[in-house]
């Protein structure tokens, strides 16, 4: 277990609307194990707070427990236990607030207690529409990890539309932040295990960093009763009902499906692409797939692509599935030696692509001055740029990505240069940046003509992982 790390801007909101001098009501949602709690608790550590996470038992059962928890935090009192409802609950916890100003008071796992009592969302718009809470600038949070049904708390059919302070999903953290579960690893290994779990501060804490990458997947994967071994059945089992269905299209596009129609040929049962769309939506809702439109192409075009946007879902869809069998009788060395490692490297060329990608929207502004606008890539019949996009000044940015062992030199720049004449993305911008990430590094040759061409920028791996000192060192004279 490490402490809590990174999530500087999620806390930074999270403080800032506890420290507002009125009542908050908070809507923050976010997939399992993103660290939605662990925020929460971390936000609210000089304060006073009651954090109850809900249950899928009876309504009273939850009403139960959560005056329980108010009575551990704020200590036992005859007047909490003679109440029987949430109204009335509520209530009582917005006067001990006058005595206690800013006290948080957090429900998780919210869509629970609305599926054991579909008034909740109505006797919340009642008790906040009362102003109780305003006396004692009472905090609600609102948790949850049912996306489809926290979003919906949102929408304007809903008793709660229009009254919340502050609506916030909780992401997946950075490659930055991810890497500082592993500090003493490599950036290449850092990178690779970001790959493999994703941003997901629950899976990262179960790693070893005493451990080679290697032996962490053996363990979280590939052992008998491996922690993570179907960890994506049960995310999709948690939160869909045709859950055969929607782990079909996801293996579909795992096996290279990008669109509608190869879905639909792949997927026993789908009538259409049309039906396709219900679940696909489903699924982006859920962040596991995601839908990409080449960036040179108009709003009606069809040159589109679904891939599986989820780290933890492709790495499984491509090697854990396909080998749940063998890893069940114990032979999860094999399967790493023959059907992992081998093609290891392959998988990470994709995903490579997708971190410097990733690392220009957060972090161009390091390079360039200046943040970036939109970054996606671009294909077309004959070519592909991995990464294209512009800055908020105005400029254009192409880029290669390289994870083979070997760097990168003056044929790569120069084929960029070829594609990059393919595409009229672009062409009215003020100025051009060929920007290229390596895993291996470049050429001296291609180093010295970044050098003298600023609109050249290299990029290796250290600076992917590893935030630059605000305050370095100065040269020696």
């Not at 704020?74 to 109204?87: K, N, Q, R, T, Y």
């Not at 609600?140 to 999903?169: D, F, H, W």
């Not at 933890?312 to 009788?329: A, D, E, H, I, S």
């Not at 400029?395 to 595409?423: D, H, M, P």
Request: proline share 5%.
């Amino acid at each position: 277990m490490v402490g809590f790390i990174g999530r500087e801007q999620d806390l930074g909101v999270l403080e800032r609307e506890f420290g507002e001098g009125r009542a908050s009501l908070v809507i923050l949602y976010g997939r399992r194990r993103i660290g939605k709690s662990t925020l929460i608790r971390q936000a609210s550590l000089k304060r006073s707070a009651i954090y109850f996470q809900a249950t899928l038992v009876d309504d009273s059962l939850n009403l139960a427990a959560f005056k329980g928890e108010i009575s551990r935090v704020l200590g036992g009192d005859p007047v909490l236990d003679s109440i029987s409802d949430w109204l009335g609950v509520l209530h009582y916890v917005a006067k001990r607030a006058e005595h206690n100003r800013g006290m948080v008071v957090a429900l998780d796992e919210f869509p629970y207690l609305v599926g054991g009592n579909p008034g909740l969302p109505s006797i919340m718009q009642k008790f906040w529409d009362s102003r109780a809470a305003e006396s004692g600038a009472l905090k609600i949070v609102l948790c949850g990890s049912l996306i489809a049904q926290m979003e919906e708390l949102l929408a304007e059919r809903n008793p709660l539309y229009g009254r919340k302070t502050l609506a916030r999903e909780i992401l997946p953290m950075s490659l930055r932040d991810a890497a500082e579960f592993v500090p003493q690893w490599e950036p290449a290994d850092a990178i690779s295990l970001f790959s493999v779990l994703g941003g997901v501060p629950y899976y990262l804490d179960m790693c070893d960093q005493s451990q080679t990458l290697a032996e962490n997947i053996k363990r979280l994967f590939l052992a008998p009763s491996a922690s993570l071994q179907e960890e994506p059945e049960f995310l999709l089992r948690s939160e869909l009902n045709e859950v055969r269905r929607y782990a079909s299209i996801a293996a579909a596009i795992a096996d290279g499906a990008t669109k509608p129609s190869e879905i639909v040929s792949r997927v026993h049962g789908l009538t259409g692409a049309s039906e396709v769309s219900t679940y696909i939506n489903r699924l982006q809702q859920m962040r596991v797939v995601a839908r990409e439109r080449s960036l040179d192409a108009d709003e009606r075009s069809r040159n589109t692509r679904y891939s599986l946007q989820d780290p933890l879902f492709r790495f499984w869809y491509r090697f854990v599935r396909p080998n749940l069998g063998t890893l069940g009788r114990g032979f999860g060395d094999d399967v790493w030696a023959r059907n992992i490692l081998p093609y290891f490297n392959e998988y990470m060329g994709s995903a490579f692509e997708t971190v410097a990608r990733d690392h220009l929207r957060d972090h161009a502004r390091e390079r360039f001055s200046v943040p970036a606008g939109n970054i996606g890539r671009i294909w077309g019949g004959d070519f592909e740029i991995d990464v294209a996009g512009q800055l908020l000044d105005g400029s254009a940015v192409f880029g290669e990505c390289k994870w083979e062992n070997a760097l990168i030199g003056q044929s790569t720049r120069k084929r960029l240069e070829e594609y990059v004449a393919k595409t009229r993305y672009a062409e009215d911008a003020r100025s051009r940046h060929l920007v290229f990430f390596a895993r291996k590094g470049f050429t001296e040759e291609l180093r010295k003509t970044a050098e003298i061409d600023g609109g050249i920028q290299l990029f290796d791996l250290e600076e992917l992982v590893r935030s630059p000192d605000p305050h370095p060192a100065p040269s020696p004279p």
